[in-house]
């Protein structure tokens, strides 16, 4: 039986994940607790992105790191880009194997005034 972790993210996400989440810090003083594996965030995040829920309602039980450990982890990845720098290997894995349809995509544009002889 596939796990909720799995269900969320399969082994092919995963392979595409791995090749863009930055190497975790390392903790110089030691000790602490351990951090929580990048797969069982990924799925906490991906289960608060597509549930609805918020952050302080994600199960603990279900993927083991807290809300705030997964919205942590959210920001840090944020920071490094690791949503963009997926989304465009998704599309590159996807069009390399003809399965995408250019024909239907859109593309997203904003004008802006520009007040007093701005540049």
């Known amino acids: 039986m596939v ?3 799995e269900r969320l993210v399969p082994d092919e996400l995963w392979e595409l994940f791995q090749r863009v989440v930055p190497e975790a810090p ?3 003083q030691g000790g602490g607790r351990r951090r929580y594996g990048d797969r069982e965030v990924l799925a906490a995040i991906v289960f608060v992105a597509t549930s609805g829920c918020t952050w302080q309602q994600l199960p603990k039980a279900s993927f083991g790191p807290s809300g705030a450990t997964a919205h942590r982890r959210f920001s840090e990845w944020s920071k ?3 949503w963009a720098k997926l989304h465009r290997l998704v599309l590159d894995e996807l ?4 399965e995408l349809d250019w024909s239907r995509c859109a593309i997203d544009s904003v004008n802006m005034r520009a007040l007093k002889r701005g540049t």
Not at 95 to 98: E, M, S
């Open 3 to 5: 796990g909720i972790v």
């Open 26 to 28: 390392s903790r110089p």
């Open 80 to 82: 490094a880009r690791v």
């Open 95 to 98: 069009g390399a194997r003809g």
